[in-house]
């Protein structure tokens, strides 16, 4: 077995665990950068939940397992829900508990996660609950390597749900598929608040941002990088996973109540047990640059 660390361009950690002539585990820090850095023969661990949505950047270019992050299973089991859907892929899947594991850190799932969730090719490989992560990983390293999906997976559009004169809310299933062009919306993102998150959010600079607060994952770490826009004047929060469904835009806008804020929305009005819209709303009303007296 052979171990070798490298970086991701973007900043993600990057490990590959070479197990020789069984094949090799990929670990990532966000399930985006699977493109370029895994194979149809690797097993990818990574610290994004195991929705649809986020499995799919995987399940597109075709790999031979996943280990992702259950992010509190939360509302519709939308953190679990790209098990089933690997599975009519045939690819082995499995999630790990949030509270032993940090969100947005391949390693830590790699290292600290315990199995909570499997689908059934998992199953089959012999993947159970209660199981390391590392040994999931293993074991769906006998499986047949994977293919690209048939059709599309990931929706990458923009949705307009709030249009006034202040401003627009506008919505995305990753803040990946947000661009400058949206400096002056308010930015409603299916992915989580953890740090891996915020690169393209402080890259554009929006006039708000919303997340799911990763479902209670270990250490906060599904909420720790609202305070790094604090630094952009950039008001951030997060809404209940148990509430509104991870990786959903529009559950996000429509049933999401605020669990977590950064100071720049405290000062614009956010409160938390707030809804969403509300939430939004407040973040257009500020304007830009606005401080306490």
């Known amino acids: 077995m052979r171990s070798d660390n490298e970086r991701v361009p973007g900043g993600s950690a ?22 370029g850095n895994a194979a149809a023969g690797d097993v990818v661990v990574v610290g994004s939940f195991a929705g649809a949505m986020s499995l799919g950047f995987a399940l597109e270019i075709g790999v031979r397992g996943l280990v992702a992050h259950d992010a509190g299973v939360g509302r519709d089991a939308a953190g679990v829900s790209g098990l089933p859907l690997a599975d009519c892929l045939g690819v082995p899947a499995a999630a790990v508990a949030a509270h032993s594991a940090r969100i947005g850190d391949g390693e830590s799932v790699y290292a600290d996660g315990f199995v ?29 390597p994977g293919a690209p999906s048939p059709e599309p997976i990931v929706d990458r559009s923009q949705r307009i749900v709030l249009a006034t004169p202040t401003g627009r809310v506008v919505l995305v299933d990753s803040m990946l598929f947000a661009g400058m062009h949206n400096r002056n919306d308010v930015i409603c993102a299916g992915s989580h608040g953890g740090r891996v998150n915020m690169a393209r959010a402080l890259e554009i600079g929006p006039r708000g941002a919303l997340f799911s607060d990763g479902g209670g994952a270990r250490d906060g770490s599904g909420v720790d990088g609202l305070a ?16 509104a469904r991870i990786g959903d835009p529009a559950s996000t806008w429509r049933d999401g109540v605020v669990s977590a804020r950064n100071d720049t929305a405290r000062r614009a009005g956010v409160t938390l047990g707030q809804p969403a819209g509300a939430a939004a709303r407040a973040m257009l009303e500020r304007a830009r640059g606005q401080r306490e007296t």
């Open 14 to 35: 990057l490990r590959t665990i070479d197990h020789a002539l069984r094949g090799r585990i990929i670990i990532l820090d966000t399930i985006t950068r699977c493109e």
């Open 116 to 144: 909570s969730h499997v689908n059934r090719v998992a199953a089959a490989f012999g993947v159970v609950a209660g199981q390391k992560a590392a040994d999931a990983a293993f074991a769906m390293l006998a499986a047949p």
């Open 228 to 243: 790094l826009l604090d630094a952009a004047d950039v008001p951030a929060a997060a809404v209940d996973a148990t509430r």
